[in-house]
């Protein structure tokens, strides 16, 4: 019994790790459709919307990291799974560096 239920936890959170990383590859995608669109138009906000977009999808990709934990079973698995939630939340920061930078300079030219 105790193993049918750990299969059908392992299964439903396999699945919501990849329902979420789908919506970020979703966000990533459109944000990427939105800024080629902008870059024809000449948009000057351009670079924001699209560090918006991708500092978005990066959180929906740290969070299905997260949940990814909860079906780590060795510690290897979990020092790897380690990294790239570090490097993620490493990425994730300097996008929202980046992002505060650039809404600056936009008020300063006003």
Same mark, same amino acid.
């Given at each position: 019994?105790?193993?049918?239920?750990?299969?059908?936890?392992?299964?439903?959170? *396999?699945?919501?790790?990849?329902?979420?990383?789908?919506?970020?590859?979703?966000?990533? @995608?459109?944000?990427?459709?939105?800024?080629?669109?902008?870059?024809?138009?000449?948009?000057?906000?351009?670079?924001?919307?699209?560090?918006?977009?991708?500092?978005?999808?990066?959180?929906?990709?740290?969070?299905? *990291?997260?949940?990814?934990?909860?079906?780590?079973?060795?510690?290897?698995?979990?020092?790897? @799974?380690?990294?790239?939630? @570090? @490097?993620?939340?490493?990425?994730?920061?300097?996008?929202?560096? *980046?992002?505060?930078?650039?809404?600056?300079?936009?008020? *300063?030219?006003?």
């Amino acid at each position: 019994m105790y193993h049918k239920i750990l299969t059908v936890f392992d299964s439903l959170v *396999e699945y919501a790790v990849l329902l979420i990383e789908l919506v970020g590859v979703a966000i990533i @995608l459109f944000a990427a459709t939105r800024a080629v669109i902008a870059l024809f138009k000449k948009n000057p906000r351009v670079r924001l919307e699209l560090a918006e977009g991708i500092a978005l999808a990066l959180e929906f990709k740290l969070g299905a *990291e997260l949940l990814r934990t909860l079906t780590v079973r060795e510690w290897e698995e979990l020092l790897i @799974l380690g990294a790239v939630i @570090l @490097l993620r939340a490493a990425m994730t920061f300097l996008i929202q560096w *980046e992002i505060r930078i650039e809404k600056k300079s936009e008020q *300063e030219k006003l």
